[in-house]
């Protein structure tokens, strides 16, 4: 079965002003590929042919003569292509591995040609469930079929082979991002020259699973949901919303909610509002988890959180590879296990038992009171790891 896709929906909000600060040599705009077609489709795991594929990515730095001085950077859940660099004169337009990603930085753009796209799925100019159906004219919604972590990586594959990219320095991403990592070793161990997965899974935990049926219950059980068909009437807002204030949870830790907000209330009411539960008279947790809820419903599309979770949950590098086990066994490249030592969603002894079983890699772990989240956060210890990393095997 073959299938047409047409440009995807894409949500994306950004701000204009304080345009003096940015330098105009730190604004990066996305490119968009046009990726396989009739003669050359994505095959898809679920069984499905598709083309052609669009692709949103961005690039940093430049690629030298050889073609292999290459770094590919993959995102997470809800991240997008834009790692580095501005996307506007707004210094909040920063990609989300600015600190990471840059001339003289950690990931050093004077060195190396860094490259990192929207995957497959996404909302963020990449096909996907928003992706608008050339035959009914309508975004595909539920009809689109469902991607897995190995497609997204045969199309960033496709990516790096239009762009007359050789050889890889380095994979690396944290959460979603380092499965795509452990995929990108199994799938092409010819083209990689080492990797570093970060807070990451070899296969999806039923703790994990678990947190994600929840956060799809809560959008498909919105009535504005509308199985999936509510393009023409707005996002199911309450239920998205709610899906990432779960997911919040599982993405820091006890220990930073309590040192950050205790059992403080967003206004002080007396006596009487000790006791009265309403908007006016939250706790400051309850307060910053529903901003983040509604952050997120600004910026994306519930469908895509659907889909992409449930990629997240199928993820499994034993699947027709034989054990675990067997695959970690068979990388042979350098690899950087990254841990977070208050990490719940996938802690830290899972990614020293995932470094103790690939036989060239070394284990470091960050300290920080946020968790999950940390990797987005720690800067400083993540700099530090992956420069140190990247000089020693370069």
Not at 86 to 111: F, V
Not at 160 to 180: A, C, D, E, N, P
Request: glycine share 8%.
């Amino acid at each position: 079965m073959q299938i047409g896709i047409t440009i995807p929906i894409c949500i994306t909000v950004y701000q204009n002003h304080m345009a003096e600060i940015i330098h105009p040599a730190e604004r990066v705009e996305a490119k968009i590929a046009m990726l396989f077609d009739g003669t050359h489709p994505l095959r898809m795991d679920v069984g499905v042919e598709v083309f052609p594929v669009r692709v949103a990515y961005e690039t940093y730095g430049t690629l030298n003569t050889a073609a292999d001085n290459v770094i590919v950077v993959c995102h997470a859940l809800t991240g997008n292509a834009h790692a580095a660099g501005y996307s506007s004169a707004d210094p909040k337009s920063a990609g989300w591995w600015n600190s990471l990603i840059g001339r003289g930085k950690p990931i050093d753009t004077s060195k190396y040609f860094v490259v990192c796209s929207n995957f497959l799925g996404s909302c963020y100019g990449t096909t996907g469930p928003s992706s608008v159906n050339p035959v009914t004219g309508t975004p595909y919604g539920l009809a689109f079929p469902q991607m897995t972590v190995r497609d997204m990586v045969k199309v960033q594959y496709e990516l790096i082979r239009s762009l007359g990219i050789r050889k890889i320095k380095t994979v690396i991403g944290g959460s979603l991002g380092g499965m795509q990592v452990l995929e990108w070793a199994a799938l092409y161990p010819g083209m990689i020259e080492s990797i570093i997965p970060i807070a990451t899974a070899t296969r999806h935990s039923p703790w994990s699973i678990g947190l994600n049926d929840i956060a799809r219950q809560a959008i498909m059980n919105d009535p504005e949901w509308r199985e999936g068909n509510y393009y023409a009437y707005g996002q199911p807002v309450n239920g998205l919303s709610l899906a990432r204030q779960i997911a919040m949870i599982s993405y820091r830790s006890e220990k930073e909610f309590s040192e950050r907000f205790g059992r403080e209330r967003q206004k002080k009411n007396g006596k009487e509002g000790t006791y009265r539960f309403d908007t006016k008279n939250l706790f400051q947790i309850e307060s910053y988890l529903r901003y983040q809820g509604e952050k997120l419903v600004q910026r994306f599309d519930a469908n895509t959180y659907i889909y992409i979770s449930r990629a997240m949950d199928l993820h499994d590098i034993g699947i027709d590879r034989g054990t675990v086990d067997d695959v970690l066994a068979s990388i042979d490249v350098p690899v950087l296990c990254v841990g977070i030592d208050s990490d719940i969603l996938y802690p830290a002894h899972d990614q020293k038992e995932m470094a103790s079983k690939i036989k060239r890699s070394v284990y470091r772990e960050i300290i920080s009171p946020y968790g999950h989240d940390a990797f987005l956060i720690e800067f400083t210890q993540m700099g530090k790891i992956v420069s140190e990393f990247l000089a020693e095997i370069h």
